[in-house]
C-alpha cells in the first residue's frame, strides 16, 4: 500500500488525536451541582477531592493546586529550593518538572535517561549528585514508574530531597504499592490528556505534615488565620496575616467536582487504556522498524503514553517523514519530549546540547501512538493499520 502522503488513500478520513478527555453526563452533573452552591472557589469540594486522593494512593494529606505545574511549584517552596541549589532532573519530560526549580531560583541540574525504559536513571543520578544538590524531580514518563528505590538508595544519608513528578502515573504502582506516598513529595496532574482531568488541576501527596502546611498556606498567597501560626495573636476576628511570599494557586471547587466525578471512573479508564496496549504490543512486537519501550518488573502502569522507537536506519527516513505519514493516514501520532535544555530559553541560560546523549539519540527516534480510554476498537485497529503500512513501505 501507498502512503497517502505519497498518494494513496489514508487509513482514516477522520483525523484520530494522540489523546483527548472522557467526559460523561455524571461529570456534568457534578460540576453544575456546584456552580448552583455556595462555593465556586476552594470549599468542601476541593476538600473532598484531595481526601479522595490521598486514600488512593495512601498518603497522609494532599494539597490541591491550580494546575500540575503550580503543584511543583508548592513543592519547591516546601522544600525550601533556593538560589545557589542544585537540583537533578530528566529532559525527556516537559519544561513544567524543570521549570519549577528556577521558579525558586534553584538550578536545574540534568541526568540522563535508561535508553530502554526512556526513565531518568539511577546511576546517571549517581554521577551529579553535589555538596549543592537540594533535592531530585524524578519523572514517572509515560506512567511507569523510575526506579525509586535506587533513587533512594544514591541519597541515603544525605537530606536531598525526593519530589516524584507522577503527571503520568496517577493509579500505576512500584512494587504493588501505588504512587503517591513513596517519595518526600509527589505530583499529580488533572489537565485533560492525563488519567483523571479537572479542567486544569493538580495535587501533591506527602506523608510530611510540615510540608503540607507550607503548601497550603503558599496556594493562597502565604495568607493564614490559624491563630498558631500569627505572629500578632491579640487581633480580632477580621485578622490575618501574610507571612512569606505566596501565590494564588487554589483549586476551584467545580473543577475540584469534576475530578471527583472522574476518579470514580479511574479503574475503567486505566483497564482500557491496559486493553488497548495489550493490543499495540501483541501488533508491535514483532513489527521490524519498530522498538517498543521497554516495561520495568517493578512498575505497573496506567500507560499514559505509548511511546515507540522507530528503527530509523533500517528505514532509511527520518523521523520528520513518518510523523508526516500519518498525520496524512489521519493518526494523529505526537512527540514527548523535546529535551527540556533544548529550549531556546534554557539555551539561553547556557545549556548546551549534547548534555544528556541518550535523552537525545531517544528524541531523534521517538513517536507517540494515540491512547486514550475513549478509542474504539476501530479506531486501535486504524492505527496498527496505519503502522503497518507506513513502516511496511518504508522498510522496504
Ligand atoms: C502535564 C505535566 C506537567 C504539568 O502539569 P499541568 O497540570 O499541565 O500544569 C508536569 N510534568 C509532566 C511530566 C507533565 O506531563
Known amino acids: 500500500m501507498i502512503p497517502a502522503i505519497l498518494g494513496g488513500e489514508p487509513v482514516r478520513t477522520k483525523p484520530l488525536p494522540y489523546a483527548r478527555q472522557l467526559i ?31 486514600a488512593y494512593v495512601g498518603s497522609s494529606y494532599a ?32 519544561a513544567a518538572s524543570s521549570n519549577c526549580i528556577l521558579y525558586m531560583g534553584g538550578t536545574p541540574v540534568f541526568a540522563d535517561i535508561d535508553p530502554e525504559t526512556f ?21 514517572d514518563f509515560t506512567g511507569q514508574t523510575v526506579d ?14 525526593i519530589i516524584e513528578d507522577s503527571a503520568h502515573g496517577l493509579g500505576t504502582k512500584y512494587k504493588g504499592t501505588r504512587v503517591g506516598s513513596l517519595s518526600d513529595m ?17 495535587m501533591i501527596t506527602t506523608n510530611n505534615k510540615e510540608y503540607y502546611r507550607k503548601m497550603v498556606n503558599f496556594r493562597s498567597h502565604c495568607i493564614t488565620r490559624a491563630p498558631e ?8 476576628k477580621w485578622y490575618y496575616e501574610m507571612l512569606d511570599l505566596g501565590f494564588n494557586y487554589r483549586l476551584t471547587d467545580f473543577q475540584a467536582a469534576l475530578g471527583i466525578s472522574q476518579f470514580k471512573k479511574i479503574d475503567k479508564f486505566i483497564s482500557r487504556r491496559k486493553e488497548i496496549v495489550a493490543k499495540y504490543n501483541e501488533a508491535f512486537k514483532n513489527l521490524d522498524g519498530v522498538i517498543l519501550q521497554k516495561n520495568a518488573d517493578f512498575s505497573d502502569t496506567t500507560n499514559h503514553l505509548y511511546v ?9 527516513v527520518d523521523r520528520r517523514q513518518i ?56 479506531d486501535v485497529h486504524d492505527v496498527i493499520e496505519g503502522f503497518y503500512k507506513i513502516i511496511g513501505y518504508y522498510r522496504k
Not at 148 to 160: F, H, L, N, R, S
Open 148 to 161: 525509586i528505590d535506587a533513587i533512594k538508595e544514591q541519597v541515603k544519608g544525605t537530606d536531598i530531597i
Open 229 to 236: 501560626q500569627l505572629i500578632d495573636k491579640e487581633n480580632g
Open 323 to 378: 510523523f508526516d505519514a500519518f498525520m496524512a493516514e489521519n493518526i494523529g501520532v505526537f512527540v514527548h519530549y523535546i529535551p527540556v535544555y533544548w529550549h531556546p530559553y534554557y539555551q539561553q541560560l547556557g545549556y548546551k546540547k549534547g548534555l544528556c546523549p541518550k535523552a537525545e539519540e531517544l528524541y531523534n527516534c521517538m513517536l507517540t501512538v494515540p491512547l486514550f480510554p475513549a478509542m474504539s476498537d476501530d
Open 24 to 54: 460523561d453526563e455524571e461529570d456534568c452533573q457534578a460540576v453544575d451541582e456546584v456552580l448552583k452552591s455556595a462555593f465556586l472557589t476552594t470549599g468542601p469540594k476541593a476538600g473532598e477531592f484531595e481526601r479522595v486522593i490521598a
Open 186 to 202: 509527589t505530583m499529580f496532574s488533572f489537565h485533560p490528556v492525563k488519567t483523571i482531568t479537572s479542567g486544569e488541576g493538580g
Open 308 to 316: 515507540v522507537k522507530l528503527d530509523l536506519p533500517k528505514l532509511k
Open 63 to 94: 494539597v490541591s493546586f491550580s494546575s500540575g505545574t503550580a503543584a511543583l511549584h508548592g513543592a519547591c517552596y516546601a522544600a525550601g529550593i533556593m538560589k545557589g541549589d542544585e537540583v537533578i532532573t530528566t529532559p525527556m519530560t516537559f
Open 119 to 139: 526513565n531518568i536513571d539511577p546511576e546517571e543520578i549517581a554521577k551529579k549528585i553535589t555538596k549543592k544538590t537540594k533535592a531530585i524531580i524524578p519523572v
